[in-house]
């Protein structure tokens, strides 16, 4: 079983920047961000293999997110620049402890934290 706790989110102007914070209560094979405005589908943002730290982004935050971890913290960060009014949604951190399925593939996800709101005025 692994907890996962969020932190650092806010309501920030366009064009700004936030870190996310997801503290883990046990290892996994992947820790991952998600996303889920109102109305939409929960969606892939950025993902993170816990042993070697390749890392994994989905294409509306490719070269403007970076997904980060501390092993020795069991932390998780999200660093998100260049923010645009389209990133306001719920960010939750996930954690997963199998490699079977796509890195994206949220159902994959065994455990999820309780979401941190970001948004992003125009």
């Known amino acids: 079983q692994v907890q996962l706790v969020e932190s650092g989110g806010g309501l920030v102007q366009a064009g700004a920047t936030l870190r996310l914070s997801c503290t883990a209560s046990?290892?996994?094979?992947?820790m991952a961000w998600f996303r889920q405005a109102p109305g939409k589908e929960r969606e892939f943002v950025a993902a993170i293999a816990w042993s070697d730290a390749n890392t994994y982004y989905g294409d509306s935050v490719k070269g403007r997110f970076t997904i980060s971890r501390d092993k020795g913290k069991n932390m998780v960060y999200l660093q998100m620049n260049s923010l645009k009014p389209e990133d306001t949604a719920v960010y939750y951190c996930?954690?997963?402890?199998?490699?079977?399925?796509?890195?994206?593939?949220?159902?994959?996800?065994?455990?999820w934290g309780q979401g941190t709101q970001v948004t992003v005025s125009s």
């Open positions: 996930a954690a997963r402890d199998n490699k079977e399925a796509d890195i994206a593939y949220r159902f994959a996800y065994k455990y």
């Open positions: 046990g290892r996994a094979y992947a």
